[in-house]
């Protein structure tokens, strides 16, 4: 499957903000935002003020790129919430909220949503006591996410374990890190979701 392969630091330099791609170097004084506060490239410095379109794009392009997901994948969502009823735009970060890399990463197994990626592609993890290896894969409520029974004492998840109690989980989830498994209490709601995002300028965008 096609994948962004480029560097990670670009893209939230594109923002001018943090997206928190690349785990704990984000909070460190490496990080690429923290030194150049502005666009890579050779005219980088010197960008003038972007257009309506250009604002809703770039809202677009950030909710896309702090998931991880494509355009033709990310426009499936758009299309799947704008079905459902309640608010276009809450409703497609919801969706995005429950694919299993992100439910994953919000339960502390990993770094970043890359390397839950990674980790659901190489079977680390079961959902319902069956081993899922899609990332994009759907968590439901009552879904119980645990480490497969081979990978539970990696050195990588009792690391990020570690972090992630010091740093809280969302409250749409419950984490037992001892049984490496975390369960879905409920669907996560906006205010649950710790993303500074528009996502009425994504629904603006995609409705010309």
């Not at 497969?148 to 009792?158: A, G, L, Q, R, V």
Request: proline share 3%; glycine share 8%.
């Amino acid at each position: 499957m096609a994948r962004y392969t480029g560097a990670d630091c670009r893209m939230c330099r594109r923002e001018g903000e943090k997206l928190f791609l690349k785990g704990d170097r984000c909070f460190t004084e490496k990080c690429s935002v923290e030194r150049r506060k502005y666009p890579a490239g050779q005219h980088g410095q010197r960008r003038g003020k972007l257009s309506d379109y250009g604002i809703q794009l770039r809202e677009k392009q950030k909710v896309k790129n702090i998931y991880g997901v494509l355009e033709k994948q990310f426009r499936n969502y758009f299309e799947e919430a704008s079905k459902r009823k309640g608010a276009t735009g809450e409703t497609l970060l919801q969706l995005l909220e429950r694919r299993l890399d992100n439910a994953v990463f919000r339960m502390g197994f990993a770094a970043n949503r890359t390397q839950a990626r990674q980790f659901v592609n190489h079977g680390f993890f079961k959902v319902n006591g069956r081993r899922v290896g899609i990332p994009s894969f759907c968590v439901r409520t009552g879904d119980v996410v645990e480490v497969s029974e081979p990978k539970k004492n990696h050195i990588y998840i009792e690391d990020n374990l570690a972090k992630a109690e010091h740093r809280g989980y969302p409250s749409w989830v419950e984490v037992d890190p001892a049984g490496r498994k975390g369960k879905v209490l409920h669907l996560p709601v906006r205010e649950e979701i710790p993303l500074d995002v528009q996502e009425q300028l994504v629904v603006e965008l995609y409705s010309k």
